[in-house]
């Protein structure tokens, strides 16, 4: 499997400190980005529908506990045209996918915020939760 | 059987919705189904009477099925229901609202019921209980409970899964001001299925089976940094709360399962029983211990180091424990939560996985079983 992991040092050379702005003033979304887990990370998986909430991607999640959180997104991945999705590891997502995803979700938004390329998240797209997306994975369960 | 042989006599019945005593009704239900004679040699068995008796009472269902839909369609207001009982012997009982002497035994000697009638004073009429089950069902905000209706006691009956979290709700309330009962009902829609540590929910796999500490409440694990939201087989595993710091756990109640002191084994299905921890303080690097993931499967390796650096744990304190086998990946995405194990012991959750070294496959990462039981204050459940 490819690692985001070992993508990391790549995306921080090519990731700007103003991707975090991407979209903004435009009809593309605002586009978090964290700095990667360098040779490291979570081993789980996120699962939920790909929406566009007041400009923010969020993952709507599946089942009956109905949640929107906050998509972050590996430093070498970027936004579709439009806003129309999303593209990394040679993958498209599109808005309304439902996605299976490596990552791990969190609660801590001053922890999210400090693992962000750029300033923090903005207020219209904040959420409960924060999901950090770290692979889009070839064989999930 | 008998449940099964009533709508049959019932598909037979052919009684006109009128006010009088439906006579006209004998005549039809005299020629109505006959059971099979294997039928019958089970009920004769079952009830522990001879074959003729039981021919006997089965022949009066098809008039006792008469009685129900007369009084049901030409008296509903009164009308409470009947039911068949067998002990001491068979009996037929009809539950009317209010005193209406020998109301019950008149219709059924119009019917030619020749067993006995026990004439029942309930308060509530049939159509008043179906009444109040169809508007709690209605009102049911979640699926955790069914709603039945008792004849035999006059009474809508709640079965919960857990009738406090159901009073607890606007739901709830309206059962208990509407009279029903509400009873704890230990599993709905079938027989007791067990949880176990290396089961996958959702987006995890779930971790070893705990109880909060100076409670009854029993869980189940996984890590963290897995969404909140999980389930297993469909069913919402209702999340509780979470630690991260040195522990990457939260834990997960699970209505409508049973939480069994085991886990996963093998890809096989073999589970085994977990009847100790290992602490922190006891686990010594170089020593070989193992683990189930979803993805991964199962798998061993030797610890590597007992502080490892899990920086996607928040506020993490560098006392995770790696393991290492350089030709064997321990560790991917869906493994998070899953039991670190050897032999009967639980060691720890999977958190996560970094680099193997060149040439080598990836380490996995695990939070202590100690952080997991002190940060969260449940206890791993043993036998």
Same mark, same amino acid.
């Given at each position: ?26 009809? @593309? ?14 081993? @789980? ?89 770290? @692979? ?6 | ?10 598909? +037979? ?12 009704? #004998? ?23 001879? #074959? ?17 839909? *007369? ?67 209605? #009102?049911?905000?979640?699926?955790? /409970? ?10 809508? &009956?709640? /079965? ?47 971790? *070893? ?42 834990? /997960? ?29 006891? &686990? ?26 899990? /920086? ?29 194990? +050897?032999?009967?012991?639980? +060691? ?6 970094? +680099? ?12 202590? &079983? ?14």
């Amino acid at each position: 499997m490819m690692r985001i992991g070992s993508l990391a040092p790549l995306g921080l050379l090519v990731t700007l400190a103003g991707c975090n702005l991407i979209g903004a003033g435009s009809a @593309s979304p605002t586009f978090p980005q964290h700095r990667g887990f360098f040779l490291s990370g979570p081993a @789980s998986l996120v699962q939920g529908k790909l929406v566009l909430e007041s400009g923010c991607l969020m993952l709507e999640s599946a089942g009956p506990a109905y949640e929107r959180t906050l998509l972050i997104w590996p430093p070498s991945y970027t936004p579709l045209e439009d806003g129309a999705g999303v593209q990394g590891d040679g993958i498209e997502l599109l808005l309304g996918d439902e996605v299976l995803l490596g990552g791990g979700e969190y609660s801590d938004e001053a922890w999210v915020n400090e693992r962000l390329i750029g300033p923090p998240i903005q207020s219209e797209c904040l959420t409960r939760l924060y999901t950090l997306i770290t @692979s889009m994975p070839e064989d999930a369960p | 059987m008998l449940r099964g042989l009533i709508p049959l006599a019932l598909m +037979f019945l052919s009684v006109s919705a009128t006010s009088a005593l439906p006579i006209g009704a #004998r005549d039809a239900v005299e020629e109505s189904a006959t059971a099979t004679s294997d039928d019958i040699a089970i009920y004769a068995t079952h009830h522990r009477i001879s #074959r003729s008796v039981a021919e006997s009472e089965l022949a009066e269902l098809p008039r006792i099925a008469a009685m129900q839909t *007369w009084l049901s369609t030409n008296s509903s207001e009164t009308f409470g229901g009947i039911w068949i009982s067998h002990d001491p012997t068979f009996q037929v009982n009809v539950a009317l609202v209010g005193k209406q002497p020998g109301h019950a035994a008149r219709l059924a000697t119009e019917l030619g019921i020749k067993a006995k009638v026990q004439q029942v004073v309930v308060e509530k009429s049939y159509t008043q209980l179906l009444a109040l089950a169809d508007d709690l069902r209605e #009102r049911r905000q979640i699926i955790d /409970h069914v709603i039945r209706i008792d004849v035999r006691n006059n009474q809508v &009956v709640v /079965h919960a899964l857990s009738p406090s979290s159901y009073i607890a709700r606007a739901d709830g309330q309206a059962a208990q001001l509407a009279g029903a009962a509400i009873e704890k009902a230990p599993m709905i829609g079938g027989p007791t299925v067990g949880i176990y540590a290396g089961l996958y929910a959702s987006t995890c796999t779930l971790g *070893w089976t705990v109880r909060k500490n100076n409670t009854t409440t029993d869980g189940i694990t996984t890590a963290a940094h897995c969404p909140n939201t999980q389930t297993y087989l469909n069913t919402a595993l209702p999340f509780q709360a979470a630690a991260n710091g040195s522990a990457d756990t939260q834990w /997960h109640t699970t209505p409508g399962f049973t939480d069994e002191p085991r886990f996963k084994a093998n890809s096989a299905g073999e589970s085994r029983v977990v009847t100790s921890i290992t602490p922190y303080l006891s &686990v010594i690097v170089g020593q070989t211990i193992c683990k189930y993931g979803q993805a991964t499967g199962y798998g061993c390796g030797e610890v590597e180091e007992k502080e490892a650096d899990a /920086h996607w744990v928040p506020n993490q304190t560098g006392r995770y424990i790696s393991l290492k086998r350089c030709n064997t990946d321990l560790s991917t995405e869906a493994d998070s939560g899953g039991p670190v194990f +050897f032999n009967l012991s639980a +060691f720890g959750i999977v958190s996560g996985w970094q +680099f193997g070294g060149l040439l080598c496959k990836d380490e996995l990462v695990f939070a202590s &079983v100690s952080y997991m039981q002190s940060d969260l204050n449940v206890t791993v459940k043993l036998p």
